[in-house]
C-alpha cells in the first residue's frame, strides 16, 4: 500500500465528510420540507456522476466518440426492472403481454435472508444489469469499434437508438413489455432502516454509495497500465500501436466496462424514477451527459462529478423557479411593460438561461472547470498560494 | 538478426516497395537512405506490421514474422520509433515511458533511470507534459520511449527530422551509445551524410528498389551517391 500524500489525504477526508453529511442530512429533512429538493438533487446527481465518468473513459480517456449512451443505460435499466418485479405485481406491469421472465431477485432473496436478503437481491439485480449492457456492447463494439472519430460517432449513435427501438418492439413485449412502462420493481423506499421503531432514511446514500463505488473502480483503472494504454490509444493510435498495445482490443475493453457502468447507472436510475419507460431514453439524454463530461472536463474524474452534480443542481433546484414564475424576488419586476414572472419566467425559460450559463463555460473555461487535472492538483494549488515555499513535485507517482 | 526476402508493399494499386531484399546483423548500425517517396517508411511500417505486404517475407532471428499483427512484433523486440516522433502529447515524460513499456510485466524501473541516464533532459522534464517540449526533446522522448519496451532492433524513421544540426548530432551520438549497450538498429534517413557516417553498413532506396549496397564510409565516398544525396 502506498502512502497517500497529503493532497489526496484532503480528497478522501472530504468524501468522507461528504458521506457523513449525507447520512445526517437524510435524517433532518423531512420529505415535505423545502430542502427536500437538496435530496433529491443529491441522489440524482450522484447517479448522473457514474454516468458521467463512465462516459468519460470512452471519450475523455480512450478518445472514443461515442453517442450510444442513453441506449445502453436503457438496457440496463430495463434488466434491472425486469429481474427486481415482485412476481406478485407482474400481472398489473404487464397488461398486454404474457410475461416470460418469471424471477425477482429482490423478491428471492428477501424471502430467503429477509431485509438484508432484499438489497443483496438489489445488488445482483444491479450488477446483472451491468452485465447484460456489457455483453450488447461487445457485440456492438465488433463493427462499430473499427470506425473513427466521426464515423463512430454517428454509428454508436444509431445503435443507441435501434437498442430503443428493438427494446419497444412489440415482438419484445413477453420480455420487456414493449412500449410500455415498467413499473412496481424494487425502490428507493426498501433502502430505509427501521431500528426500534424509528425509520433511518438510507436512500440517499445508499445510492451515493454505489455510484462511488462504480466511479472508485474506473478510478483504480484509469490509473493501472490498462488506463495509460488508453490514453496512449487517445494521444496517437499509431504510436500506440507502435509501442505494441493491441488498438482494437482495448477500444473493446473501454467500450465494455464503459457500458458496464452505463448499464448499473440505468439501473439506479431505474431505482431513482421508480418507473422505466423507454420512450425517456432518447439520444437527447446521451447529450445531458455529453454536456456534463464536457462542462467537467474531458478526461477528469473528478470534473465528471462536479460537472454532474452542477448540472443537477443547476436545472433540477437552482433554475427551477425561472420556469414556474418566481426566481430571486425578480418577478415582481416590470421592464417596457413587460412583467418578468407573468411573462417572462414561464415553462421553458430555465433552458433559456441554462444556455446562456453553458455557453459561458464553454468561452471562459475552454477545457471543462478542471481541465484534465483531478481534484488533488487543485488542492495542492489552492495550498501552495498559503505557503511561503511550495513544495516541487507534489504529484503523487 | 532481421532478413527481409523480396518485400514488395502496395498501397492500393501502387506499388511503394518493389521486392527489395536487406539483412540487418546483430549489433551494428544499418541504414537505408533515400530521396522522398523511395520507400523507406513504408519498409519500416511493414516490418512492424502497421503494413501487411503483399509480398515476400520478413525473418526475425529466423522465424518468420511476416504480417503479425504490431502487438506481436513488439513482443519479440522489434520496436518503432515513428517518424515525426509522434509523443503523446497530453501525458507527461514520465507516462509517456511508462507507455513504452506496456508489454512488460517485470520491473521496469532500472530501465526508468537506464533511459534517464541517456537522455539527462528527460529527468529534468519528468512531469513535463511531452507536448509542451522542444522538437529535439520530443525525439529524445521517442527513443527513451522506445527503448523501454527493451528492443533487441530498434527502427528509427527520420530521427533527425526538422531537428537544429547541434541537435542531429547529439541524436546521432546517443544512437551509437545504444549501440554499444546491444541494441541493433535500423536507421532511415534523408540525412545521408550524417546516416553514412553513423552506420555499418548501408542501403540506397530509389523509387521501391535498392540500387547500391556497401560499407558507410564507404558510400560516403561513392560518387554518384555524393551527386544524389550529399550534393
Known amino acids: 500500500m502506498k502512502k497517500l500524500s497529503s493532497a489526496n489525504l484532503i480528497t478522501v477526508l472530504l468524501l468522507i465528510v461528504f458521506f457523513i453529511s449525507l447520512i445526517v442530512l437524510e435524517q433532518l429533512i423531512a420529505p415535505t420540507d423545502r430542502m427536500n429538493m437538496l435530496l433529491v438533487s443529491l441522489r440524482q446527481g450522484s447517479i448522473f456522476a457514474l454516468l458521467a465518468v463512465s462516459m468519460n473513459l470512452l471519450n475523455g480517456f480512450t478518445g472514443l466518440f461515442s453517442l450510444g449512451h442513453a441506449g445502453f443505460m436503457l438496457i440496463g435499466a430495463v434488466t434491472y426492472a425486469i429481474f427486481s418485479i ?63 472519430s466521426d464515423y463512430l460517432a454517428i454509428a454508436t449513435l444509431g445503435f443507441g437508438e435501434i437498442i430503443r427501438a428493438i427494446i419497444m418492439w412489440q415482438g419484445m413485449g ?34 451515493a454509495l454505489l455510484s462511488a463505488v462504480g466511479i472508485f473502480i474506473i478510478l483504480l483503472l484509469v490509473t493501472s497500465s490498462y488506463g495509460r494504454a488508453f490514453k496512449a490509444i487517445r494521444e496517437d493510435e499509431i504510436a500506440a500501436e507502435a509501442m505494441g ?54 478526461g ?56 446562456v450559463i453553458i455557453m459561458c463555460v464553454v468561452l471562459f473555461f475552454r477545457r471543462g472547470l478542471m481541465g484534465d487535472k483531478e481534484l488533488p492538483y487543485y488542492v495542492d494549488k489552492i495550498r501552495s498560494k498559503f505557503k511561503p515555499t511550495p513544495k516541487a513535485g507534489g504529484v503523487d507517482a | ?53 503483399s509480398g515476400g517475407k520478413v525473418f526475425f532471428n529466423d522465424e518468420e514474422i511476416t504480417g503479425l499483427i504490431p502487438y506481436d512484433i513488439v513482443s519479440k523486440g522489434i520496436t518503432l520509433v515513428p517518424e515525426g516522433r509522434k509523443v503523446f502529447p497530453d ?41 509542451t517540449m522542444s522538437g529535439g526533446e ?51 534517413e534523408q540525412n545521408a551524410n550524417m546516416a553514412l557516417q553513423t552506420a555499418n553498413f548501408a542501403y540506397v532506396l530509389e523509387v521501391g528498389r535498392i540500387t547500391m549496397t556497401g560499407q558507410g564510409k564507404e558510400l560516403l565516398n561513392n560518387e554518384e551517391v555524393r551527386k544524389a544525396y550529399l550534393g
Not at chain 1, 303 to 321: D, T
Open chain 1, 86 to 148: 415482485p412476481l406478485a405485481y407482474r400481472d398489473m406491469v404487464y397488461l398486454y403481454y404474457d410475461y416470460v421472465i418469471k424471477v425477482s431477485f429482490p423478491e428471492i432473496f428477501g424471502n430467503l435472508l429477509g431485509g438484508p436478503g432484499m438489497m443483496i437481491g438489489v445488488l445482483i439485480s444491479i450488477i446483472l444489469a451491468g452485465l447484460v449492457t456489457a455483453l450488447i456492447a461487445f457485440l456492438v463494439g465488433l463493427p462499430v469499434l473499427r470506425m473513427r
Open chain 1, 174 to 207: 413477453r420480455i420487456t413489455n414493449g412500449a410500455n412502462p415498467l413499473r412496481m420493481f424494487t425502490r428507493t423506499d426498501s433502502f430505509n432502516i427501521t431500528i426500534g421503531g424509528y425509520t433511518f432514511g438510507l436512500i440517499t446514500f445508499t445510492l
Open chain 1, 245 to 298: 498495445i493491441n488498438l482494437f482490443k482495448h477500444k473493446q475493453l473501454s467500450f465494455c466496462i464503459s457500458s458496464f457502468f452505463a448499464g448499473t447507472g440505468g439501473a439506479l436510475i431505474a431505482i431513482f424514477m421508480g418507473t422505466v419507460a423507454p420512450i425517456q431514453f432518447r439520444a437527447a439524454m446521451t447529450y445531458e451527459f455529453l454536456l456534463i463530461v464536457v462542462l467537467g472536463g474531458i
Open chain 1, 300 to 355: 477528469s474524474i473528478t470534473g465528471s462529478i462536479l460537472g454532474a452534480m452542477l448540472f443537477v443542481f443547476a436545472s433540477m433546484w437552482w433554475l427551477r423557479g425561472l420556469d414556474s414564475g418566481a426566481f430571486l424576488g425578480l418577478e415582481r419586476i416590470t421592464i417596457f411593460g413587460v412583467n418578468l414572472g407573468e411573462q417572462v419566467f414561464v415553462s421553458g425559460f430555465r433552458l433559456v438561461v441554462f444556455s
Open chain 2, 1 to 53: 538478426m532481421l532478413r527481409i526476402e523480396d518485400l514488395k508493399v502496395n498501397y492500393g494499386g501502387i506499388e511503394a516497395v518493389k521486392g527489395v531484399s536487406l539483412e540487418v546483423p546483430q549489433g551494428e548500425i544499418v541504414t537505408l537512405i533515400g530521396a522522398n517517396g523511395a520507400g523507406k517508411s513504408t519498409i519500416l511500417r511493414t516490418i512492424s506490421g502497421l503494413v501487411k505486404p
Open chain 2, 91 to 131: 501525458l507527461t515524460v514520465l507516462e509517456n515511458l511508462k507507455a513504452g513499456a506496456y508489454l512488460r510485466k517485470d520491473d521496469i524501473k532500472p530501465d526508468i533511470e537506464w533511459v534517464y541516464s541517456l537522455f539527462p533532459r528527460l529527468k529534468e522534464r519528468s512531469w513535463q507534459a511531452a507536448g
Open chain 2, 138 to 188: 520530443q525525439q529524445m522522448l521517442a527513443v527513451g520511449r522506445a527503448l523501454m519496451s527493451k528492443p533487441k532492433l530498434m527502427m528509427m524513421d527520420e530521427p533527425s527530422l526538422g531537428l537544429a544540426p547541434l541537435i542531429v548530432k547529439d541524436i546521432f551520438d546517443i544512437i551509437k551509445t545504444i549501440v554499444a549497450q546491444g541494441v541493433t538498429i535500423l536507421l532511415i
